[in-house]
C-alpha cells in the first residue's frame, strides 16, 4: 500500500503543477535538457559469449546464414533505406497487392540467379536439408511472402514429386524444378474442405481407351482455394482429388496437372481466379482453380503409393484405405516443421526490438529531478518480456530437435514425427501471435508503425495459425495418438515407448507440500511436475473418452467430446516435450557462465508453464504454492534484467532486420529523417 501512494505521489508530480500565486502571474517554465539516445552496449555488460549462444541456437550453418545475410542486406531490390544513420531492410507494404506480387518475384530471381537454391531438390543427404533451413529461416527473417511462396515452390509441390512421385517424375520435374523452369503449386484446399482432406470435392476418373487421368470440379465447393502461386506465376500444380475407377471411390490421390503455358497463358478447360487482398501475405498470388474436364496423362499419376495400370486397374501394396490416406499428407509434414521453425524466428525479431527499445526508452522520474527510469527497469516490464524471452529460447531448443527428427527420418519414425511437428506447429505458431502481441504493446504507440515491424508481423504470421493444419485440430490429433500409444501400452508386457512418454512406466512424482527456490529451479522438479500434469491428463482423457465408449458412443464422438481434455493434453505435451530439449541443449555444456544463464532462463521457462491454470484446475498446486512461483518468476526476472540484451544479442540477426526503434530511434524520427 505504502508504494501504491508513493506511486500515486509520484504520477500526482508529473501531472500537476503549483497554481500561480495572483491572477496576474504566470507559472514559470523551466527547461528540461532534451533527451539524448543512448546505445545500450555502453551501459549493458555481456557476462557470456554472445556468439557461443548464437552457436547452440541457430545450430548449424552459420556461415551459410551470414552469406545471405550479406546478399539481402547489399542489394537494392530488398529494399534498403536509412533511418538513424543505418540501413534497413524490408518490404515496402505500402505497395499495392500487385506490386508487392512483383517485387517478391524479383527477390526470388535475384536469389536464384546467385545459386541460393543449387540443390535444394536434386542434392541429397542431412547437409543439404539443413543448410536448406537455414536459408528459409534467413529469408522469413526478411519476409513471410517470400519463404511461403519458396515454400509452396520447393516444400510442397517439390516435396510432394519427391515423396508421391518414382523415378521417372524424379527425373522429368525436378531439376526443372530447381531450375524454375517449372514454376510448381499445391492444390489441395478447397472452397468447401480445408482441414478435412478426406473429404474434397474434386473428382478424377481414368479413360482407358486414351490412356489419360480425367480431373473435374463438380461444383463450386470443390474449386481449389488459397493456393499459393496460382493467381499468377505457377505453370504446373498437384492436383489432390478423389480417384474414381471403375465406379469405384480409392480415396484421395494425388496428380501433376499444367495449368499454364511458357509464355504465362492460362491452359484450355483451367479457370483461375484472384483470392484477392489479404491481412497479411500479399506478396504471395494465392488463387483459386477449377478444372473442367481437364485431361492429364497415366504417367503424371504420382504413384509410389498407388498406381493404376494402363487397362484401368488400380493397384496398391497398401491394402488399408487408413494408411494410404496417411502416407498422402508425407508433404505436409516438411511445411510443418518449416512454420514451426519461421515462428520462432518471427519470436527473436519482436523481442530483440522490444528489448533494445526498452533499453534506451524512458518513462517517468520516482523522484523529481532524477533521471526518468529505463522501461526495461521497472519490474513489470521485466514481467511482461523476459518470460517471452525465455519461452523463445526454449521453443528455439525444440525447434532444432525437430529439425534433426526431421532430417534423420526413417518410416518408422514418421509417426513420431507427425505428431511431434503438429505440436510443436501449434505451440509455435500461438506463442508467436502472443509474443509479438505483447512486444507491439511493450513498444507503445512505436509499435504501431509499419517500419518498425513488430505490429506488421502479427498481420503477416496471423495465418500461421490455421494454415497446413489448424492449431486446434492439430492439437486433438496429439491427443489421440497419445491415447493410442496409452492404450498399445496396456497390452502384456508393453510399456510406453517413444513419444517422451516412458516416465509414465515410473512411480508418479510428488510435488512437495512447500516449494522453495531451490526446489523451483532444479530442472528434475521441473521434469516431474510437467510430467506429472501429462501423465495425469493423459489417465483423465483416456477414462473420459472410454466413459463415453462405454455408453454405446463411436470413439470418433467419444474424441470430439473430450474436446477440453485434449487441449489441455496436447499443451501439456507440447511444454513437457519443449522443456526436455531445453535440458538436453543444456547439458551438452560445460559449467560456465553461459550455462549459469542457461539455468536461468529454463527454469523461468518451465515456472512459466507451471501458472498454466490446469495446475490450479486439477489440483497440482495447491494456492499457496502457485503464490510461491509467481514471486519466484518476478525474481528471476530481475536476475535475468542485466542480461537482456546480450540474450537477444545473441540471436545473431543483423541490425538491417531489426528497426529503427531498436537503435537511435530519435535520430530516427528526426525532421531530416522525414525529408527522405
Given at each position: 500500500m505504502d508504494r501504491a501512494f508513493q506511486r500515486t505521489k509520484v504520477l500526482t508530480g508529473h501531472l500537476l503543477q503549483s497554481p500561480p500565486t495572483s491572477s496576474f502571474q504566470t507559472p514559470s517554465l523551466s527547461s528540461n535538457t532534451c533527451l539524448n539516445y543512448s546505445p545500450p552496449e555502453l551501459s549493458e555488460k555481456y557476462a557470456f559469449d554472445i556468439n557461443d549462444m548464437r552457436k547452440l541456437m541457430d545450430g548449424h550453418d552459420l556461415e551459410e546464414r551470414d552469406r545471405l545475410f550479406g546478399m539481402i542486406t547489399q542489394s537494392k531490390v530488398f529494399n534498403p533505406r536509412v533511418r538513424g544513420g543505418k540501413v534497413f531492410v524490408s518490404p515496402d507494404y505500402n505497395q499495392s497487392m500487385e506490386q508487392q506480387r512483383e517485387m517478391t518475384w524479383k527477390r526470388i530471381e535475384y536469389l536464384f540467379e546467385r545459386g541460393v537454391f543449387q540443390g535444394w531438390l536434386t542434392g541429397e543427404g542431412e547437409e543439404v536439408e539443413m543448410r536448406r533451413f537455414a536459408c528459409f529461416e534467413v529469408l522469413g527473417l526478411f519476409d513471410h511472402s517470400i519463404s511461403i511462396k519458396l515454400g509452396v515452390h520447393f516444400f510442397l509441390w517439390g516435396g510432394a514429386i519427391q515423396f508421391f512421385g518414382t523415378k521417372h517424375h524424379h527425373d522429368k520435374w525436378l531439376r526443372d524444378t530447381e531450375n524454375y523452369l517449372i514454376k510448381g503449386c499445391f492444390a489441395m484446399t478447397e472452397l468447401g474442405h480445408g482441414s478435412n482432406v478426406r473429404g474434397i470435392e474434386t473428382i478424377t476418373t481414368y479413360d482407358s481407351n486414351t490412356g489419360e487421368f480425367v480431373i473435374n470440379t463438380p461444383c463450386e465447393?470443390?474449386?481449389?482455394?488459397?493456393?499459393?502461386?496460382?493467381?499468377?506465376?505457377?505453370?504446373?500444380?498437384?492436383?489432390?482429388?478423389?480417384?474414381?475407377?471403375?465406379?469405384?471411390?480409392?480415396?484421395?490421390?494425388?496428380?501433376?496437372?499444367?495449368?499454364?503455358?511458357?509464355?504465362?497463358?492460362?491452359?484450355?478447360?483451367?479457370?483461375?481466379?484472384?483470392?484477392?487482398?489479404?491481412?497479411?501475405?500479399?506478396?504471395?498470388?494465392?488463387?483459386?482453380?477449377?478444372?473442367?474436364?481437364?485431361?492429364?496423362?497415366?504417367?503424371?499419376?504420382?504413384?509410389?503409393?498407388?498406381?493404376?495400370?494402363?487397362?484401368?486397374?488400380y493397384l496398391s501394396a497398401i491394402k488399408d484405405p487408413d494408411q494410404r490416406f496417411a502416407a498422402f499428407l508425407a508433404p505436409l509434414t516438411a511445411g510443418r516443421v518449416n512454420i514451426a521453425v519461421n515462428a520462432v524466428y518471427q519470436s527473436k525479431v519482436g523481442l530483440a526490438i522490444a528489448i533494445r527499445y526498452a533499453l534506451t526508452r524512458r518513462a517517468f522520474s520516482l523522484k523529481p529531478k532524477e533521471p526518468e527510469v529505463l522501461l526495461l527497469d521497472y519490474p513489470s516490464h521485466q514481467?511482461?518480456?523476459?518470460?517471452?524471452?525465455?519461452?523463445?529460447?526454449?521453443?528455439?531448443?525444440?525447434?532444432?530437435?525437430?529439425?534433426?527428427?526431421?532430417?534423420?527420418?526413417?518410416?518408422?519414425?514418421?509417426?513420431?514425427?507427425?505428431?511431434?511437428?503438429?505440436?510443436?506447429?501449434?505451440?509455435?505458431?500461438?506463442?508467436?501471435?502472443?509474443?509479438?502481441?505483447?512486444?507491439?504493446?511493450?513498444?507503445?504507440?512505436?509499435?504501431?508503425?509499419?517500419?518498425?515491424?513488430?505490429?506488421?508481423?502479427?498481420?503477416?504470421?496471423?495465418?500461421?495459425?490455421?494454415?497446413?493444419?489448424?492449431?486446434?485440430?492439430?492439437?486433438?490429433q496429439?491427443?489421440?495418438?497419445?491415447?493410442?500409444e496409452y492404450m498399445a501400452a496396456q497390452?502384456?508386457?508393453?510399456?510406453?515407448?517413444?513419444?517422451?512418454?516412458?516416465?509414465?512406466?515410473?512411480?508418479?512424482?510428488?510435488?512437495?507440500?512447500?516449494?522453495?527456490?531451490?526446489?523451483?529451479?532444479?530442472?528434475?522438479?521441473?521434469?516431474d511436475v510437467l510430467c506429472l500434469?501429462?501423465?495425469?491428463?493423459?489417465?483423465?482423457?483416456?477414462?473420459?473418452?472410454?466413459?463415453c465408449q462405454a455408453k454405446g458412443e463411436s470413439k470418433e464422438h467419444a474424441f470430439i467430446m473430450s474436446y477440453q481434455l485434449a487441449e489441455d493434453l496436447g499443451k501439456a505435451f507440447s511444454d513437457r516435450a519443449i522443456l526436455q530439449t531445453f535440458v538436453e541443449a543444456e547439458a551438452t555444456l560445460a559449467a560456465c557462465s553461459l550455462k549459469d544463464v542457461l539455468g536461468m532462463l529454463r527454469s523461468l521457462y518451465a515456472l512459466n508453464c507451471l501458472e498454466d491454470g490446469a495446475y490450479l484446475r486439477y489440483g497440482y498446486l495447491s494456492v499457496e504454492n502457485a503464490a510461491t512461483v509467481r514471486r519466484e518468476i518476478t525474481k528471476i526476472c530481475s536476475e535475468l534484467r542485466p542480461h537482456a540484451l546480450a540474450l537477444v544479442s545473441s540471436f545473431g540477426?543483423?541490425?538491417?532486420?531489426?528497426?529503427p526503434i531498436a537503435f537511435n530511434w530519435i535520430d530516427a524520427n528526426s525532421w531530416s529523417s522525414a525529408q527522405y
Open positions: 465447393s470443390a474449386q481449389k482455394y488459397w493456393i499459393g502461386g496460382a493467381a499468377n506465376h505457377a505453370t504446373h500444380t498437384i492436383v489432390f482429388s478423389q480417384l474414381n475407377i471403375n465406379g469405384t471411390n480409392q480415396g484421395v490421390h494425388a496428380l501433376i496437372a499444367q495449368i499454364r503455358d511458357a509464355d504465362g497463358n492460362v491452359c484450355p478447360n483451367i479457370r483461375i481466379a484472384d483470392c484477392g487482398h489479404k491481412i497479411g501475405l500479399n506478396g504471395v498470388d494465392n488463387g483459386r482453380i477449377w478444372f473442367d474436364n481437364v485431361r492429364v496423362p497415366r504417367e503424371n499419376l504420382l504413384n509410389s503409393v498407388a498406381d493404376v495400370s494402363p487397362d484401368g486397374k514481467r511482461r518480456l523476459l518470460p517471452l524471452l525465455a519461452k523463445t529460447y526454449a521453443m528455439s531448443f525444440g525447434a532444432n530437435y525437430l529439425k534433426m527428427l526431421y532430417v534423420k527420418r526413417t518410416p518408422q519414425s514418421n509417426k513420431i514425427i507427425h505428431v511431434i511437428s503438429s505440436s510443436f506447429k501449434a505451440t509455435f505458431t500461438w506463442s508467436n501471435m502472443q509474443i509479438l502481441q505483447e512486444c507491439r504493446e511493450a513498444c507503445g504507440g512505436q509499435g504501431l508503425k509499419t517500419e518498425n515491424r513488430v505490429g506488421h508481423l502479427k498481420a503477416e504470421h496471423d495465418v500461421q495459425s490455421t494454415f497446413e493444419g489448424d492449431n486446434n485440430i492439430l492439437m486433438q496429439v491427443s489421440k495418438a497419445l491415447f493410442a497390452k502384456p508386457n508393453k510399456a510406453f515407448k517413444g513419444l517422451g512418454l516412458e516416465h509414465m512406466n515410473k512411480p508418479c512424482p510428488v510435488i512437495p507440500s512447500r516449494l522453495t527456490t531451490t526446489t523451483l529451479r532444479c530442472s528434475q522438479f521441473q521434469m500434469r501429462e501423465r495425469d491428463l493423459l489417465n483423465r482423457f483416456v477414462a473420459e473418452v472410454s466413459q540477426i543483423p541490425d538491417a532486420f531489426l528497426s
